[in-house]
């Protein structure tokens, strides 16, 4: 079974910095796009960033030149790098990752649970 798992969440005063990673694991074939979602209190969840096996990136307006994606192919994770973070930074962040567990398998998207993050004002 495939499993992603998130880590780094936490309470972070505002303009602090946190960094979140996910690992997956299990069985994996190919790893395409993973990404980093969001969802606040009474709201939808939302995209954050996304980046592709290559490394092309692209970034929800609101976190634009304050967050940044990277991932390690070799070791099946993702990290978001969050900056200057503000109070409506404030969510359960989750990652995704669209993959193969074998090679003619369909690929698939798969979710963790979630990791929380709380910027206090």
């Known amino acids: 079974q495939v499993q992603l798992v998130e880590s780094g969440g936490g309470l972070v005063q505002a303009g602090g910095s946190l960094r979140l990673s996910c690992v997956a694991s299990g069985s994996i074939f190919s790893i395409n796009d993973m990404g980093w979602y969001r969802q606040a209190a009474g709201k939808q969840r939302e995209l954050v960033a996304r980046i592709t096996r290559g490394g092309s990136t692209n970034y929800a307006d609101s976190v634009k030149g304050r967050f940044t994606i990277s991932r390690d192919n070799a070791k099946n994770t993702v990290y978001l790098q969050m900056y200057s973070l503000k109070p409506e930074d404030t969510a359960v962040y989750y990652c995704?990752?669209?993959?193969?567990?074998?090679?003619?398998?369909?690929?698939?998207?798969?979710w963790g649970k979630g990791t929380l993050v709380t910027v206090s004002s």
């Open positions: 995704s990752a669209n993959l193969q567990e074998g090679w003619l398998s369909a690929r698939k998207d798969y």
